[in-house]
């Protein structure tokens, strides 16, 4: 899109929109000019940018979004997205983070200065599932709004709990035989263990929508992830401070630095950190007495039942 088409989508948005779009077209233009600064922190510069303008988005079609109407959410989203990434660092390098022992995932070029390291780090990782959550919940009103499925798919509980099984075999098996071959379980295994948990404990799931034949959230996660991985992409490949990749599997056919094969991870990886991110919520919340919704952020939306009156003595 080119500028003058992104400032004719700027119009009507609240500032943070318009301020969005200004830091992710200086930061290119900074980057493309030899800013090693911005190079170096253009990753985490260029998702605040983005999160920025599609929030605005939602709030321009919805009356509400994370960062005008429910900034504590954002900010409890933000702290699970860095927990989250964290725990698949692991995965990465899951014999105490040494570098020769990436199996994946390499970083090149960060900053020398441990201390900013991390917070670069942490930055970088609290964008991660705010930006699927937005993209979600932005194509949830607009491309997936008036989507109607009358195919509800009920699964038994014997059979939530086969998923809680294979998801936790399948989440601890990359952990103890460390193969690069493995990296699929950990973009899925998370859905198959918690989700179903999600849906036992009446908190918001995948499963849970399914079963009325709603798949509006599903569609809009998958979506979003997809849109996201490819934006992650992009500008990773031209930033200074980035990562790249090694698998075993067709590793040479690219997209930006991504093997093509990889990209087919981003779509579960959107529903996985949901799912996540439900899991850790509720045990904030409780684990029922909360109203469905089909909102992405669906905590940022639920009312707690209203209990029965007490009966007369």
């Given at each position: 899109?080119?500028?003058?088409?992104?400032?004719?989508?700027?119009?009507?948005?609240?500032?943070?929109?318009?301020?969005?779009?200004?830091?992710?077209?200086?930061?290119?233009?900074?980057?493309?000019?030899?800013?090693?600064?911005?190079?170096?922190?253009?990753?985490?510069?260029?998702?605040?940018g983005?999160?920025?303008?599609v929030?605005?988005?939602?709030?321009?079609?919805?009356?509400?979004?994370?960062?005008?109407?429910?900034?504590?959410?954002l900010?409890?989203?933000?702290?699970?997205?860095?927990?989250?990434?964290?725990?698949?660092?692991?995965?990465n390098?899951?014999?105490?983070w040494?570098?020769?022992?990436?199996?994946?995932?390499h970083?090149?070029?960060?900053?020398?200065?441990?201390?900013?390291?991390?917070?670069?780090?942490?930055?970088?990782?609290?964008?991660?599932?705010?930006?699927?959550?937005?993209?979600?919940?932005?194509?949830?009103?607009?491309?997936f709004?008036?989507h109607?499925?009358k195919?509800?798919?009920?699964?038994?509980?014997?059979?939530l709990?086969?998923?809680?099984?294979?998801?936790?075999?399948?989440?601890?098996?990359?952990l103890?035989?460390?193969?690069d071959?493995l990296?699929?379980?950990?973009?899925?295994?998370?859905?198959f263990?918690?989700?179903p948990?999600?849906?036992?404990?009446?908190q918001?799931s995948?499963?849970g929508?399914?079963?009325?034949g709603?798949?509006?959230?599903?569609?809009?996660?998958?979506?979003?992830?997809?849109?996201?991985g490819?934006?992650?992409e992009?500008?990773?490949?031209?930033?200074?401070?980035?990562?790249?990749?090694?698998?075993?599997?067709?590793?040479?056919i690219?997209l930006?630095?991504?093997?093509?094969?990889?990209?087919?991870?981003?779509?579960?990886?959107?529903?996985?950190?949901?799912?996540?991110?439900?899991?850790?919520?509720?045990?904030?919340l409780?684990?029922?007495?909360?109203?469905?919704?089909?909102?992405?952020?669906?905590?940022?939306?639920?009312?707690?039942?209203?209990?029965p009156?007490?009966?007369?003595?």
């Amino acid at each position: 899109m080119t500028t003058a088409g992104i400032t004719r989508q700027a119009r009507g948005l609240k500032a943070h929109g318009s301020a969005g779009i200004a830091i992710v077209i200086l930061a290119e233009a900074l980057l493309f000019s030899g800013n090693q600064v911005v190079g170096r922190w253009f990753t985490p510069i260029v998702w605040t940018g983005y999160l920025l303008f599609v929030d605005a988005l939602v709030f321009k079609l919805k009356g509400r979004s994370l960062l005008t109407t429910d900034r504590a959410e954002l900010l409890i989203i933000a702290v699970i997205s860095i927990g989250s990434w964290w725990l698949f660092e692991m995965y990465n390098a899951p014999r105490f983070w040494r570098s020769d022992l990436e199996l994946w995932w390499h970083y090149h070029n960060l900053e020398p200065n441990p201390f900013l390291r991390r917070v670069g780090y942490d930055w970088a990782f609290a964008t991660i599932s705010p930006a699927m959550f937005e993209t979600a919940e932005l194509l949830g009103a607009t491309l997936f709004a008036k989507h109607v499925s009358k195919l509800p798919i009920r699964l038994s509980r014997s059979l939530l709990y086969l998923m809680i099984a294979v998801g936790a075999l399948a989440a601890v098996l990359p952990l103890i035989v460390i193969n690069d071959w493995l990296v699929p379980l950990v973009w899925l295994s998370f859905i198959f263990l918690l989700d179903p948990i999600n849906a036992l404990r009446s908190q918001p799931s995948i499963i849970g929508d399914i079963s009325r034949g709603d798949y509006r959230r599903l569609l809009s996660l998958l979506a979003g992830g997809a849109v996201c991985g490819v934006l992650w992409e992009f500008w990773n490949y031209w930033a200074i401070s980035k990562w790249t990749y090694t698998v075993p599997y067709f590793g040479g056919i690219k997209l930006f630095e991504m093997p093509m094969l990889g990209f087919l991870g981003f779509p579960p990886f959107a529903v996985e950190c949901w799912v996540i991110y439900v899991f850790v919520r509720g045990w904030g919340l409780g684990a029922g007495g909360w109203l469905e919704t089909d909102s992405i952020c669906a905590y940022r939306v639920l009312i707690p039942n209203p209990q029965p009156p007490a009966p007369n003595p």
